[in-house]
DNA sequence: ATGGTCGATCGTCGA
């Protein structure tokens, strides 16, 4: 089974690009975050074409994250747990058949942050608290779990062409990668990590100062896999032709194949 | 030091 996670920076801005990419991915199961649209507005017919079941959890003008998939969607949840007034759509999550067991797979958007010494950033570090704590929860249960998408964390130098310029970020700084690793020491495996543990391995790179020809990359969108889904895992890796395309999403895919 | 680019929306925020 193939799980792809894209930041999409916008559904209605990036559907050609969207569509032409998954006809080519072959992926089972989508997980899109930026989708930048509410429910009701979201092309979910361009997608049921393609054979997915759609399932959106979108706010007006920012955030939102969707989860398509080719084998079914069970136990749809949105919202992270934690925090009920939280009113910023940033996470769903929902159980798909994989072979004779299930997985569940969450596509999230974890907050910013920037700037730095502002509620922005106090927020962030909070929904990082209460990831750990629902990951925390859902590890006991021992289902197979992925949790794909925009994690805004650089975790290490490594992850950065030019990790000194961004000292002074809410995505490398000190207490977004601690929380990280306190997230990660639960026993999640970072996939592409696990693949790919060289440098130059890049997920997002800035619309400006031509960065993309630069190759002025960061790796902030991220799939980590609880020890039942790292039990199965082939291949991981980085698409980031999409980059290079006609009206690009900053972000490009991210997958893996579990057996 | 500043401005540099996008998307959603329509003045301005978020990234």
Redesign the pocket.
Known sequence: MKIVTWNI??????LEAATAYLRQADADVVCLQEI??VDEGFPREAFEELGYTVATHGQ????GVALLSKVGLEDVTRGLPGEDADPQARWIEALVPAGATMVRVASIYL??G?PIGTD?FTYKLAWMRRLEAHTRTRLAEETPLVLAGDFNVIPDRVDAKRPDAWGGDALFQPESRQAWRALTHLGLTDAVRACHPGPGVYTFWD???GAFQKDDGIRIDHILLSPQAADRLVEAGVDRAPRGGE?PSDHVPVWIELA
């Open positions: 920076n916008g559904v209605k801005a990036r930048k649209s007006k003008g920012f955030n907050p910013n920037n922005k619309y400006q100062a009206k």
